[in-house]
């Protein structure tokens, strides 16, 4: 079965430091999201990328957040100053299109930030 | 604003038995609900999904109940085994516009399975 993959699955970062989180989506999907979750908490909405492009993007993701879809296949998100609130696993999600078609997780990307 | 709840963070039942998972919404514009399931240290699971135009949807072993009137939305599992033991997330999406539509998701219910 089709799945969506993350790279890497943890990593530990100094406060400040730039991380990339990769994601490979499902092959013939063309929406893509990362969502994160806070330990304990539950899933949020970060941003949604559609035809190379952002379609929408949540409060979370400020300026220090950016996505790239740079080779067709790879889909990352970028963080360019690590904050210690930043900790917290990065799931990426794709969807094949229409409206009834279902957002499918990867197995997410743990991020701690020290 | 549009928010996704759950009534029970934690929910025990014994093996065989049948689990209800509740779910309230706020946003009477969502179309569009999924369960997902979310087992430790993973990603959430698709479970099953139900439009707004439906009131029930039935899976293997597994049936979603939408009731907008009272804007409630349940997950069932028949036979509950030790392996159904996660945290179940509804999620719900709002009308779709045509664009990448996301979804919102509730706090989550744990389901602990006895032997």
């Known amino acids: 079965e089709p799945e969506v993959t993350q790279t890497p699955s943890h990593q530990v970062t100094q406060m400040g430091q730039e991380v990339i989180l990769r994601c490979v989506p499902i092959s013939n999907h063309l929406y893509f999201y990362w969502y994160r979750q806070i330990l304990g908490q539950k899933v949020e909405f970060l941003v949604s990328f559609y035809n190379n492009e952002i379609s929408e993007k949540s409060e979370i993701f400020d300026d220090q957040f950016s996505v790239e879809r740079p080779d067709g296949s790879n889909f990352t998100l970028k963080i360019r100053s690590t904050k210690l609130e930043d900790s917290a696993m990065y799931f990426c999600?794709?969807?094949?299109?229409?409206?009834?078609?279902?957002?499918?997780f990867g197995e997410g990307s743990w991020l701690t930030v020290v | 604003g549009e928010s996704v709840g759950l009534h029970l963070p934690t929910l025990s039942v014994q093996e065989g038995d049948n689990s209800i998972i509740n779910c309230a919404y706020s946003n009477s514009a969502s179309d569009y609900f999924i369960w997902y399931k979310q087992e430790s240290g993973k990603g959430p699971q698709f479970i099953i999904d139900i439009r707004s135009n439906m009131d029930k949807r039935q899976g293997q072993r597994v049936t979603v109940l939408l009731n907008k009137t009272v804007k409630h939305l349940s997950l069932q599992i028949a036979a509950t085994q030790p392996g159904d033991s996660a945290v179940y997330f509804c999620?719900?999406?709002?009308?779709?516009?045509?664009?990448?539509?996301?979804?919102?998701f509730g706090t989550g219910t744990r389901l602990q399975v006895t032997l």
């Open positions: 999620a719900e999406r709002g009308v779709y516009t045509g664009t990448a539509s996301k979804l919102t």
């Open positions: 999600a794709s969807r094949l299109e229409s409206s009834g078609n279902t957002i499918y």
